[in-house]
Structures are given as C-alpha cells and as structure tokens.
C-alpha cells in the first residue's frame, strides 16, 4: 500500500521560509517522479514542483520558479520542497504526488498547511 506522508507545514511571516518533506513508502521509491501541489479552498489543486526518479530533472510553475526547490533523497525514500521568499499568496494545503503508470493511478498524501502570513 503506497503511503506519502507531508510534514513541514505551519505558519510563517512573508519573506520567511519553510522546508516540506515527504516521507513514501510502499513503493520502489527510486523508481517514481514525485510531485509537489497545493490547494486553496474553491480553487482547484495545482501544480507545484516535480522531479524526476533520479533527481536529474525538475520542473516548476512559474509561480514558484526562483523561489521553490524540489529535491529528494532516494536513500531515505523522502522528497523535499525548500520554499523561500514566501508570499501571502503561497498559503496553501500542499500535498505530495506520485503517479504509477502501471496501474494508472495517481498517489496522494493527505497534505500539509502553510500559512503565510503577518
């Protein structure tokens, strides 16, 4: 059974920064692109951050570009979203993403909160 686990969130004046984890397991970790979205309320979930199974390419929204960095360690099976320069408008659900393409099914973790705010 395939479990993502988002940690890190909380509240935190604009300008600040915060670090994300995501913990997986049930799952060949090394294997899987992992993703990072975030969700406010009446607005859709959207895309935040990816990188790809061995690290070697990412991806971000042009929301975040310059700001957001996603990484990961396949040896402790946890990916990261380091977010700097936070603005009020990066307050959020963020949640953890991974996507099998054998059984065509997208993976969830139930998310984390960050507020940005004075």
């Known amino acids: 059974q395939v479990q993502l686990v988002e940690s890190g969130g909380g509240l935190v004046q604009p300008g600040g920064s915060l670090r994300l984890s995501c913990a997986a397991s049930?799952?060949?970790?090394?294997?899987?692109?992992m993703s990072w979205y975030r969700q406010t309320p009446g607005k859709e979930r959207e895309f935040v951050a990816r990188v790809s199974s061995t690290g070697g390419s990412l991806n971000y929204a042009d929301s975040v570009k310059g700001r957001f960095t996603i990484s990961r360690d396949n040896a402790k099976n946890t990916v990261y979203l380091q977010m700097d320069s936070l603005k009020p408008e990066d307050t959020a659900v963020y949640y953890c993403?991974?996507?099998?393409?054998?059984?065509?099914?997208?993976?969830w973790g139930k998310g984390t909160l960050v507020t940005v705010s004075t």
């Open positions: 049930g799952l060949a970790f090394s294997s899987y692109a």
């Open positions: 993403n991974t996507y099998s393409w054998t059984y065509n099914l997208h993976y």
